[in-house]
């Protein structure tokens, strides 16, 4: 690697910030149509269904998540190895990233699917479910296999969102999300008066999302038609090398969420039953909403950071991972302290009177809120300086934890419980290590002499 030049970095600088600052525009237009999927055509849905029904779209939405495992992190492996790959101004490299990740995640991708498929034709519902849905089995088989079919493609179209990530086309995907998000919004506002059925919002809410994804690899092929996978691309040493990063990208960023999402939400169904459920989909909803105004900072920045360290302009570095400290605690701590005050009265108001929380309550949820944010925005910065495997470990530790204090923490405290544990697993390992496994990782590399 060459030395550092001032005039190349600060080049390098514009260019990253521009970036990040379309991104975030086009962010912030896409959170519009978000808010009005989960703040009005959601409640609507939530009102129009009623409580048991809504718990059991719910149920489907909290379990068929597990099936995002099998990509096994094959996208966000894709973003860093593009955005290597652009660094080096390396077009046949981008090609081959781009084919050899599209045909690994379509395999898994079916491989997930068969084995899903699978569990629903072979395993009783409430095996996984709990007594609560004895009898239920009727309503909830087809909306599970539709949902799965539905997610399956969403898995194999997001290849496109992760390759525009490392070519630093952020605010893209966000223009194609907010298109999504917008006539979902729609859909579900007039259609759920005439289409009172889990299969309609399933379809308004997971099919639309696959819709835009659909636009948007349209157009990035019409952009860019040489990227088009291609068998003569597909190198063996490049899957070895997306399947070892994959499979550290996935612990250390979609396993945790899974487990918190889902893992947790089978324990609610379990000592709850629908109507639990269907309270706690909607926190997490909320926790997706407001978790979505630092993903807004976080994604375009993570493959910006790659670009800089391979640069070693550690001095952008340092200048972002401290503002966006600075963003995220003060967020989390308005939220911390925001929730408990005004919640009890928006949220009922937003969903109807049937929808009751406590202070209490929305007090845990701030505070599992506030630590995972910290957690997703560290873990983001970790993946951004090469340290994706060493934050799987952690990340890993953390996962195999959590469940415990959140079962023991609902067992006795309902909903308050659960929250407040997973927070604690949180804290306990990734809340800290991950921040000083970021600034040792700066200061090491600025340290070492660069490689002429």
């Known amino acids: 690697m060459n030395e550092t030049n001032p005039e190349q970095n600060e080049a390098g600088s514009q260019r990253r910030n521009r970036a990040i600052t379309s991104a975030i525009a086009t962010s912030l237009a896409s959170k519009i149509g978000t808010v009005v999927l989960q703040f009005v055509s959601i409640p609507i849905a939530y009102r129009t269904l009623g409580e048991e029904t809504f718990g059991l779209y719910a149920t489907i939405a909290v379990s068929i998540g597990t099936v995002i495992l099998f990509q096994i992190g094959i996208g966000p492996a894709l973003t860093h190895g593009i955005s290597r790959a652009l660094t080096a101004k390396d077009d046949r490299l981008e090609k081959q990233y781009f084919s050899t990740s599209w045909f690994l995640l379509l395999i898994l991708t079916l491989i997930g699917g068969l084995v899903a498929g699978l569990v629903l034709t072979f395993v009783p519902l409430t095996f996984f479910f709990g007594e609560h849905y004895a009898g239920l089995e009727p309503k909830l088989l087809p909306g599970l296999w539709l949902a799965l079919g539905i997610v399956l493609l969403e898995i194999i179209l997001s290849h496109t969102e992760r390759a525009r990530e490392g070519f630093l086309q952020v605010h893209i995907n966000n223009t194609f999300g907010a298109a999504g998000n917008i006539l979902g919004a729609i859909t579900i506002a007039i259609g759920i008066h005439y289409f009172q059925t889990i299969e309609f919002l399933i379809i308004a809410i997971f099919g639309t999302r696959a819709l835009a994804r659909i636009a948007n690899t349209i157009h990035l092929f019409l952009q860019r038609p040489d990227l088009a996978p291609k068998l003569q691309y597909f190198e063996k040493p490049l899957s070895r090398e997306m399947l070892s990063d994959g499979f550290a990208f996935t612990v250390s960023q979609s396993l945790t969420g899974i487990i918190e999402i889902n893992g947790c939400g089978l324990l609610v169904a379990r000592f709850g039953g629908p109507v639990a459920v269907g309270q706690f989909q909607i926190l997490m909803q909320l926790s997706g909403l407001m978790l979505g105004m630092i993903i807004m900072f976080t994604t375009p920045t993570w493959p910006a950071i790659v670009d ?81 495997k060493k934050a799987a470990v952690y990340s890993l530790a953390e996962t195999s934890i959590i469940l415990i204090p959140a079962a023991i923490g609902i067992c006795f405290f309902g909903l308050s419980g659960l929250f407040v544990g997973m927070a604690l697993a949180m804290i306990a390992i990734t809340g800290w290590i991950f921040p000083l496994m970021l600034i040792n990782r700066i200061r090491t590399e600025s340290l070492t002499p660069a490689i002429v």
Not at 337 to 362: D, H, M, R, S, Y
């Open 308 to 388: 800089a360290f391979t640069r070693r302009d550690f001095d952008w570095v340092k200048r972002v991972t401290k503002r966006l400290w600075l963003l995220v605690g003060g967020y989390c701590g308005a939220a911390l302290i925001g929730l408990p005050l005004v919640g009890t009265f928006i949220l009922p108001l937003i969903f109807g009177k049937e929808f009751q929380v406590t202070p209490a309550l929305l007090f845990a949820f701030g505070l599992y809120f506030a630590t995972s944010s910290w957690g997703h925005t560290n873990n983001a910065l970790l993946i951004g300086v090469g340290l994706v």
